[in-house]
């Protein structure tokens, strides 16, 4: 009997999708350059992938690839027989050596599919401190890509964990096979020739935020069932979607999968009530149906029906902990939303609806705001925290105006879809 | 049909001996302190036994363990694959990384268990520049280990691929388990008190040490079959063995197994022939019959019936690739060597004989080495290069002289025993 950390799907249709989604990940997602070095995360549940995207790396000309594996079993005896006081620390050295790669020219891969909900029954105080801990110690480093410094990109990897949270009335195997093929679905890993679809889409998204970037917007009004809030757009804001060129000159495209345009909202300008419209998954706990209350940029209130502990640690992270930092516009239709799943990762769940994110701002979504200190970016309302966490917020009852800068509203997107 | 690479053991007995191996590692090999970091390194063969070191360092208090798993199918794969130019490259920010874990107090286990003939087939001339990458590249993070600054142990674990190059003849599964027998065996792992039986070991290896300074022996001299040669010991050498206190007041057993008494030769004073005893298994290669003529310190001829181009290219790494930096004095009757085993693995295979060590000297071998710059110690005739690597020169048929201050030969080791 396999037992499901040993579980993996040996048909040869199996193994060529996940060379396909390798592929597409080293040279569309990350645009991965010869002689490039390359920094990979990945949970020991990702194994196969992960190779799978070593040898596409190296048959790109990657000059080495270093996977930072992760043992979730590891990360439970942390939390089973560590210290208390222990859990305010962080492998410093390690964030700072990622940072020190990026900096020397080594582009950045993460694959994700961790199990979601693999802290849910830990001391919330643990949970909060130890990623309060992390975060900090990343920052150096993280700032790097949210600045677009570096290419880099994140896909997904099955996992027994993880597929049994999205199938819980499978058999480990089924349920395994199906997430597996909802996220070569999702990722558009289909037929012959995936690099082409994706080259296709990233054009399309790149059209989308063109011409929003040509409305110049001032805020957007949202109204759907338990939503009725105005967000207010940074000064020159920028749309982005689909790929950019990053800094060291190589183009990639962050997400796969990506639907969304996306953009810097102003930190001083949100009000009104927002309900999300999917459960949320943060540092393994869950939670869910979240109503938040915004008053001149800021959280006032805030309800979940489970996990209110985790959500209001994490708004108290520090100041910018409870602004927001993103808007994104995703439709309705997305293959995401239309596959009907909940993926309990944001990853997926951003792109099938559209969301907004509490915490750090990408400065690249305001007009030369790479080049700008953090006092330039918070003039224009670009909002600064230790955090990022996307939440979704679209449905197909959700309508979004565009409010120009004359104060007239134009309609967007109509239950969900856009209006053009 | 279970694949060599999910093979493990379940049994009851198997847990229970990998727990005390594991708690033995922490708790005498490594003497973790309470708050400290841990960084370990280990093959991802070798999951089992770096989870339950992982669980005794948090139950021995530890703040934080980071493993590093190297996945030897990814280094396949770069040999495979990756541009030639990209073999002179490294992860130096991964070992400056490690290098600033330990000077922030973090300890250090590294668990060896890797396939010893990896690398066995691939080009020699691209293990040698990717190995001397890597040295360089790791060498500021490994003098705080070979100074003893920080506590640190090797610990090994069987693995499918090296039970299968020490037991050819048997099933994987068969030499998988016999592995695991000789390496509990071997490492002392027995009975129900492994604990104080270490710690008896560590204080007869101390009392040897102890004798061996008390000599102050100028030289030793070794015959035996192929084998007529004559080693000088640096000016005010140290003999050490067992356990050390480390910089940091940690007081660890750097080897598990060790039975060796060790200390520093002098650079410039080895003259004559010695014959290995042993194969030598190198970055993943394996060299066999190995013969060097020194002289004045210096090795001018060197033969191997096979992987003689990896040993010249090892030698050729610096000036001190060619002089020794090691000198150990191992019983015949040691446990390893009574099991009639060779392991390819050094850990076990210097435990096993007699042995000396090309390259890096211990500067905790000489008398205030550790407070020494380069130079002061050079004075004394430690050698100093990138590499230290140990080859076996003891059997049951070397006699050792000690060459007193005077020019006496006084019998030191008989057919490879101690005379007293």
Redesign the interface.
Known sequence: MATAE?MTIATAEHEHKLDQLAEVAINVGLGLA??Q?LVMTAS?DA?PL??KI??QA??A?????????N?E??TK??Y????D??FD??????Y???G??YK?G?ARLAITGGNPALLANEDPDKVGRANRAQSKAYRPALELITRHEINWTIVAAATPAWSALMFPNDEPEVALAKQWEAIFKTTRIAGDDPTSGWREHDKKLIARATRMNEKRYSALKYKGPGTDFTLGLADDHVWMGGGTTAGNGNYCIPNMPTEEVFSTPHKDRADGVVTATKPLSLYGSMIENIQVKFEKGRIVEVHASKGQEVLERLIDTDEGARRLGEVALVPHSSPISQSGLTFFNTLFDENAASHIALGQAYSSCVKDGDKMSKEELAAKGANDSLIHVDWMIGSGELDIDGITATGTAEPLMRKGEWVE
Not at 61 to 69: K, N
Not at 89 to 94: M, S, T
């Open positions: 040993q010869k002689g070095e020991l194994l992960a190779r070593v040898e190296y048959k000309g990657a000059s080495l690839v270093t996977v930072l594996y043992d079993q590891e005896l942390r089973k027989y560590a210290p006081e222990s620390h962080a492998a410093a050295w390690l700072e050596g990622m020190a790669a020397s080594a």
